[in-house]
């Protein structure tokens, strides 16, 4: 599969600051890529680098086979940018908006085909200045569409956004992928890397720390994992339960968890134990750490290793 984007030991200095410290990597074509980390981490200079909207001190970059710095409106044409604030007009309706933007690409989807991607339907004549804060957030992600872009930045796109909205928008965003578009994605919530990334580049002090998919991050952070479940009863007998586990028990009431380093032994102690005694579990869960355990864990580790 070819790269979309190639960057090699990219550096951004202000004076003898580095916000980004030689940062490489690659992004396929189709594939959706997430940057996290803290504010401050570099990751909104690395993007805007990648935008061309910010000259970079030294390395190498590649943007769907042209150098930002000098791609021009070539480039430009072919993506799209979701910014976290954009400044439109009030004053002009979400139509008018659209039609505007629209007027300057090559390639552009239908103005009403964009409003209903973004579930603005009711609202495609109302004025922005009218539109809730979160209504107004899809007309900046409807702006990064209209254009029909083979590669889209979203910078935290889904700020403000109620829950359901939110989960629209990963639809949409899970839809532009499997239509072959490759999407970079900037956020801060880390279910939303979760669900939506193919693979995540963690950075810290403008060096990235991490980079895998979701799961080998979880992998890589934790060796344990946590089984949690609760007993039908709070007198159940436990002694000869508790007393051969490997993991660590805590438990209130009826809820145990064990977190544990040999989670298939464990388990299967357990619910023989369970069967013998005809007793039924409930809600018996095994699970490794989440992205977000991940992510504290690396961050907290590149925090231990400067001090």
């Known amino acids: 599969m070819a790269a979309a984007i190639e960057v090699r030991d990219l550096v951004k200095t202000y004076g003898p600051a580095r916000a980004v410290d ?9 594939e959706v890529f ?11 200079t690395t993007i805007e680098i990648l935008e061309g909207h910010r000259e970079r001190t030294s390395g190498e970059v590649s943007v769907l086979g042209f150098d930002p710095a000098t791609g021009g409106r070539k480039m430009r044409d072919r993506f799209g940018i979701v910014l976290q604030s954009s400044g439109i007009d009030r004053e002009l309706t979400v139509r008018e908006v659209l039609d505007l933007y629209r007027s ?3 390639h552009r989807r239908p103005v009403d085909e964009v409003i209903g991607m973004v579930g603005l339907e009711g609202k495609a004549d109302d004025r922005v200045a009218t539109l809730s804060g979160g209504q107004k957030r899809r007309v900046d992600l409807a702006l990064g569409l ?13 700020t403000g956004f109620d829950p359901g909205a939110r989960r629209r928008s990963w639809e949409l965003i899970d839809n532009l992928a499997g239509l072959g578009r490759t999407v970079v994605l900037t956020t801060h919530y880390l279910d939303e890397a ?9 950075l810290n002090g403008g060096r990235i720390v991490a980079a895998g998919t979701p799961a080998e991050l979880r992998d890589a952070a934790s060796t344990e994992t946590s089984i949690t479940f609760r007993l039908p009863t709070v007198d159940s007998p436990l002694g000869d339960l508790l007393g051969s586990l490997t993991g660590r028990v805590t438990g209130r009431s009826r809820e145990i968890e064990i977190v544990t380093p040999a989670p298939t032994a464990d388990l299967a102690h357990i619910t023989s134990w369970a069967v013998r005694r005809g007793i039924e579990l409930e ?3 095994v699970s490794k750490g989440d992205l977000e355990d991940a992510y504290l864990g690396l961050l907290a580790d590149e925090q231990t290793d400067v001090e």
């Open 34 to 44: 997430a940057f996290l980390g803290p504010n401050g981490a570099g990751k909104t």
């Open 283 to 285: 809600g018996l869960t």
């Open 22 to 30: 030689g940062v490489s990597f690659s992004i396929d074509e189709g």
């Open 104 to 106: 300057a690409y090559t």
């Open 146 to 158: 209209v254009g029909d872009p083979d590669l889209i930045f979203l910078d935290e796109p889904t």
């Open 194 to 202: 979760e669900h939506l990334a193919n693979r995540v580049a963690v």
